[in-house]
DNA sequence: TGGGTCATGTAATAGGTTACATGATTGC
DNA sequence: GCAATCATGTAACCTATTACATGACCCA
């Protein structure tokens, strides 16, 4: 019986931490796996219920401390084997839908201007990101013992740096050859000295726009 | 009236050339957004169905050479209008879903080489990936007067190459961090002299997970 | 008393994949 | 003849977001 991303993650959250609640796994994702992953409430529900019926997990007592009392889950065994079965099976990896790389492959079309003014919002965004990741990285314990986990979540936020920190460096170097390469509207005669001049290039055998 | 991606792909399509079909959309967006983006035929053809009623394209005569007559379409004057102002809007940037990231973080309860694993096959897609986008960009012409959507294509490849290649880089230090702290499965006593050792972190307020 | 956050959930809708059906043509 | 590719489309299903409903507690 195969089951949807959302139930994985929910296991793998409850194999690092036992007694976890709906809400705080909401939380946990957006704190942790946030660079690569989100969940909304609308999955995670119906998913705790789904995954309690088929028994992969089970209702804890929920502590109420004065508020709510939250319903808290921990994992079964069955859960745990399908966690390691999950975690064995190779992943796949489709394109992630990038809306702003669309945008700027298609913005000939757009008015003048709207292509500087994505990138240099893109450039924001990373430069923010990068400090939130750095962040994170700052908050953790060098301390010898740590948690037995550390190794994996070191190695993705790693991973998120390292990309983050390239977007960051091609979208300046981006913005640098769109202001070089449109210096007005009509570039038909001597497009005057383009400063950056990489040499990138485009294109395989493109049915769309032949050149 | 909100309109969902695949639309504006369309329109994007046809903007760049006019009279493709369906089929021929589809196999586009392979060969030259497929790094950021993805479509199929049960997308593509309720949109084009959609977006003909609603005016913002038209059938154009299919020529039949031979084969099936293809169905082909054109921009209509309202689609490009409808295409600029959605370029000129800021883009969202959802986190991209990624499921070996997703497998790497919640590693620890997996079989041992099960991490190492998912990062050689991560490793040798990147590779693979890296190939084929220095194919691409190789069989672009360098000449002068090439086509006016040129420049924005060159942008988005770079950034395909920058981005691959930072995730080459980090799975191969990824790799060699991985082994040299897991030498056995019962790390306690002094984990023999890890070798490379970059100084890398994780984790935020971290309800799972607290160290 | 009003806004923020804690906390759980449902319903409507949108977005997207997969499998299937159909049939012609090309190349081995 | 058979497999692959061209070519269009539909139906069933899964995935995911958003808005909403509910209510308690905390703090200013």
Redesign the interface.
Known sequence: MPRN?TS??IL??L???PN?SGY?MR??VQ????????ESYGQIYPALKRLTREGLIAKSGGESNGRRPRQEYVLTEAG?RC??E???V??????????????????????PG??AA?LR??EE?NRRMLDTLN????????ARP??????????????G???T???L??SE??RA??TA??PSAAPSIRPPKKRVA??????????????
């Open positions: 991303p994985y993650v793998g959250l194999s690092i931490h976890l705080v939380k946990a704190g942790s796996i946030g660079y690569f992953w989100a745990r966690l390691r999950w975690l064995a190779p992943f796949h990896d489709e394109p992630p839908k990038n809306e702003f790389l669309l945008k700027l492959f298609f913005a000939r079309e757009a008015a709207v292509a994505h919002d893109f965004r962040n994170i990285e700052a908050s953790v314990p060098t740590s948690n037995p986990h550390q190794p994996y979540w070191l190695l993705t936020l790693g991973f740096k390292a990309l920190a390239a977007a460096a091609w170097s981006a050859e769109l390469a449109k990489k040499k990138t290039a485009s294109s395989r055998k493109h049915v769309v726009g032949k050149h």
